[in-house]
């Protein structure tokens, strides 16, 4: 017996029949209200969602609803097949919320209810055998209710579908539509009230390497996304950086990117006289920048308005998102123009040929490598087969050539069938983004968007664009492009850029958003104001954002900060290099400095001559006799004004270069009339007379510096060796000897001199004792001579230097930046991995300057 003579006789089939029928009449109805009768099929196994919906099923985001099947992807379940009863009765009760409710519900609202039911026709099927739905019981749902508890690590999740499958049988009870009553309870409530107390427990427990920075953006991913910006390889990755750096400095989720329009920069001037006069003297700019835009979950249009500071680079991206897209935002305005009847690119409409070579349409109509093969036109059959079904006109020119034919009709064919296949391409949605603002429809032309690209210039290797088809940005390609799609090849791994540690970059599209929320958060802007500067409605969705309340770099660094701060109130004295990590290894068998001779240091260090004191306390040390340890032993370097940081750095530790062209480079920055003053006198005269290349070489030929105790030999000794057995060292004259004017080295011929004139006064003893010795005094009087000289030259080059302290913030100090960053972590317990731990270190220092200025005025 046919089960639709089964149920004929039953009360509650009947009821299920009249309501299947009742929605079913709406969906027609819904249909022709749409101008959509034949688009939609009700007996379909599925009915597209997104960008290819019909009418109330047409949104931003790409998916379906599949009636005919339980997936097995759904977490506890198999694949089943669900039954043609079954089917109709989830697409009345989706055709009931669509028609009773005040605004169109969301797709992710109506997908839930979907994969609710389909749970309850899983756990029905699997336990009674039943496959209608008048044989749901409240066992069976309450069922589906605990498998969806077991298979789930969220709780708050489940809780939350569980309360609509709830609401879903008691707007079903009054149809009367099941054998049995069914009362059904949330079986796993979830009312998470207590999150202040386990957020604070949470915190406390955090250690300055245990750190919840994963949905912040490193420190090292937003360089590399600065990096990104110079190694694009073409215009469709210098969109998609725009986009993802505008995504960083205003917080935008993807879907308000998407609906962003070139035209919603909004610039006012400012015409109250005391405010624009605060920016005059500020140097702010005289107007007011904003980005007008589309709020997501029902926040509605508005405006963001930045910080004066951000204009520069908001309207820089504004401007180059412009250029780039020009030609593309034309080629849809064509389309339209012509009613959309006309797909052809103007190089190819006007050619007077019908029949296109398909090697003529590289760079017009399509783009690319061609794939693994390298043959574009290949690519180009293909995708015309793919889309189209059209097939080339193939004549051979000869064995190895052949020639492949489109006409214009199926060029303009293939693109209007690209279009129909991956859009809801119907007359009035043709080139139109939909999405739902508070249950409205707000439409979008193509053109108008502010990030648009070619259909194929979404992956990271564009192996085959099709440029004709110009397209809104893909959500699902985006995350892949930020690494959020493990499977796929994500732009930082082609252009090899990685965290610090090695590991994968990997921004998901809504870490920028989380990242504004916390820099708010961390600025002490209360929960409403966030909630309005982020164009969110509900203030209680703050805490998912505020990452301070769990991560050490907030709540343990605020602490550490405040100890800090304490301490320096109650001794009344700074924090000095002393109280930190040393950066240098004492070298062995050096003395410890005693307390009392970094006394003035530890006291004053702030103060320039305190600094330059410590530099020179240190500097007399003892160390060995090399630029590196006298750098490391004193930690402060000598810095000549005349030369570049690196040179500097190479000069004092002798450091200069492996390779010829490193060494040429150092002694063209660092010849003088003290430094090779032959080498550079000869260097000079080629400039004077134009012969720039020749200067070049001459350097390039003499570039040998080896370095010694004293100075330096421009001898090749590492390969040839010295023939006067280093005679310069004890100060007799040599053609290749030169003082380098490195750190300690005025120091260093003092003392070769003190022991030269000790030596003397011994050898005169012995020549008046015995003459043989006459012949060795007057070497060893000229090496006095020489010693002496050299001493002057020394102390003379010394003088004209200033010393550095290298643990200082001193401005000229080469390593400053680094010491500051040094002292900056050591206010946040940990080094700074994130943007947001370098926004709590420059909101204390803001707030620290705030407070002295306070107390100074008062």
Not at 177 to 196: A, D, M, Q, W, Y
Not at 297 to 324: D, F
Not at 444 to 465: K, Q, T
Request: with cysteine.
């Amino acid at each position: 017996m046919p089960l639709e003579i089964k149920f004929l006789n039953n009360k509650h089939a009947q009821n299920l029949e009249e309501y299947i029928g009742r929605y079913k009449a709406k969906f027609h109805e819904r249909l022709t209200a749409y101008n959509a009768v034949g688009y939609m099929d009700w007996d379909a196994g599925s009915w597209h969602f997104g960008e290819k919906g019909i009418a109330w099923l047409k949104e931003a985001k790409n998916h379906g609803f599949k009636w005919d099947e339980v997936s097995s992807r759904i977490k506890g379940l198999s694949k089943m097949e669900i039954s043609i009863f079954f089917q109709d009765f989830m697409r009345a009760y989706h055709m009931h919320q669509v028609t009773t409710s005040s605004a169109l519900p969301s797709g992710a609202t109506l997908d839930k209810q979907l994969q609710i039911m389909k749970r309850w026709y899983w756990e029905m099927v699997t336990t009674t055998g039943q496959t209608h739905p008048m044989y749901l019981t409240a066992d069976i749902i309450h069922a589906a209710m605990d498998r969806h508890k077991e298979n789930s690590t969220s709780a708050s999740n489940v809780s939350d579908y569980c309360d609509v499958a709830v609401s879903i049988i008691n707007r079903l009870r009054q149809y009367d539509l099941f054998i049995v009553n069914i009362e059904v309870e949330n079986k796993h409530p979830c009312r998470n009230t207590s999150v202040g107390t386990k957020a604070k427990k949470k915190a406390t427990e955090l250690t300055p390497d245990n750190t919840n920075d994963n949905k912040l953006i490193s420190i090292r991913a937003f360089m590399a996304v600065i990096e990104l910006m110079t190694l694009a390889e073409n215009d469709y990755q210098r969109i998609f950086y725009n986009m993802l750096l505008l995504a960083i400095i205003c917080g935008f989720r993807f879907q308000e990117l998407l609906t962003m329009n070139m035209d919603s920069l909004v610039k006012r001037e400012i015409t109250n006289k005391e405010k624009r006069q605060h920016a005059i003297d500020n140097n702010w700019p005289t107007y007011k920048l904003g980005i007008e835009y589309l709020g997501a979950k029902k926040a509605g249009w508005r405006i963001h308005w930045l910080a004066p500071t951000s204009y520069p680079v908001v309207e820089m991206i504004y401007k180059q998102v412009e250029e780039l897209t020009v030609d593309m935002r034309e080629t849809v305005k064509g389309f339209r123009d012509s009613n959309f009847t006309n797909f052809l690119p103007s190089k190819i409409y006007e050619l007077s040929d019908e029949q296109i070579e398909c090697r003529e349409l590289d760079g017009i109509m399509f783009t690319g490598t061609g794939g693994a093969r390298n043959v574009l036109h290949k690519s180009i059959c293909n995708t015309m087969l793919k889309f189209a079904g059209h097939k080339p006109t193939v004549i051979p020119v000869h064995s190895q050539l052949k020639h492949y034919y489109f006409t214009k009709e199926q060029l303009n064919n293939y693109v209007y069938n690209r279009y129909a296949q991956s859009k809801n391409f119907t007359k009035g949605h043709q080139c139109v983004l939909s999405v739902k603002n508070n249950g409205d429809w707000e439409h979008f032309n193509y053109e108008d968007l502010m990030f648009i690209m070619p259909e194929g210039a979404f992956g990271v290797v564009h192996d085959f664009v099709s440029r004709q088809n110009i397209v809104p940005l893909d959500e699902h390609s985006v995350e892949a492009w930020l690494g959020g799609a493990v499977n796929r090849k994500s732009i930082f791994e082609h252009f090899n850029l990685f965290e610090d540690d090695g590991s994968r970059i990997s921004i998901t599209k809504h870490i920028p958003r989380h990242n504004i929320n916390t820099f708010l958060a961390i600025a002490g802007v209360t929960d409403h104001i966030q909630a309005i500067l982020m164009g969110r409605i509900d203030i209680t969705q703050n805490k998912h954002y505020q990452h301070q309340a769990e991560s050490q770099s907030y709540q343990t660094a605020s602490l550490a900060v405040t100890m800090l701060e304490k301490t320096y109130n109650e001794n009344k004295k700074p924090l000095t290099k002393y109280d930190q990590l040393s950066l240098f290894d004492i070298e062995r068998g050096t003395a410890p400095q005693p307390e009392s001779t970094t006394l003035v240091a530890q006291e004053s260090l702030k103060s320039e001559v305190s600094r330059r004191m410590a530099a020179q306390l240190k500097s007399v040390r003892p160390f060995k006799n090399t630029g590196v340890a006298n750098v490391k032993s004193s930690t402060s370097i000598e810095i000549n004004p005349n030369l570049s940081m690196e040179h500097n750095l190479k000069q004092n530790m002798q450091t200069y270069g492996d390779t010829t062209a490193e060494v040429a480079d150092y002694m063209a920055g660092a010849i003088s009339n003290k430094f090779l003053p032959e080498l550079k006198s000869a260097h000079d005269k080629l400039v004077q007379q134009g012969l720039v290349e020749k200067a070049k070489e001459l350097l390039k030929r003499h570039a040998k510096l080896h370095p010694l105790a004293v100075g330096a030999c421009t001898r090749d000794v590492g390969r040839w060796g010295c023939p006067h057995a280093v005679k310069c060292q004890s100060g007799l004259p040599c053609g290749y000897f030169t003082l380098t004017g490195r750190l300690g080295e005025a120091k260093e011929v003092t003392r070769r001199l003190a022991i030269k004139q000790t030596e003397i006064i011994e050898l005169r003893k012995l020549t008046n004792a015995d003459p043989n010795f006459r012949l060795a005094l007057e070497e060893q009087e000229e090496a006095l001579l020489v010693l002496k000289t050299l001493e002057i030259d020394a102390i003379e080059t010394q003088s004209a230097k200033k010393l550095v302290d290298l643990m200082s913030d001193d401005k000229n100090n080469p390593i400053g930046r680094i010491m500051v960053r040094i002292k900056e972590q050591m206010l946040i317990g940990k080094t700074p991995n994130t943007l947001a731990d370098l926004f709590f270190i420059e909101q204390k220092r803001l707030e620290r300057e705030a407070s002295q200025k306070e107390e100074t005025n008062g």
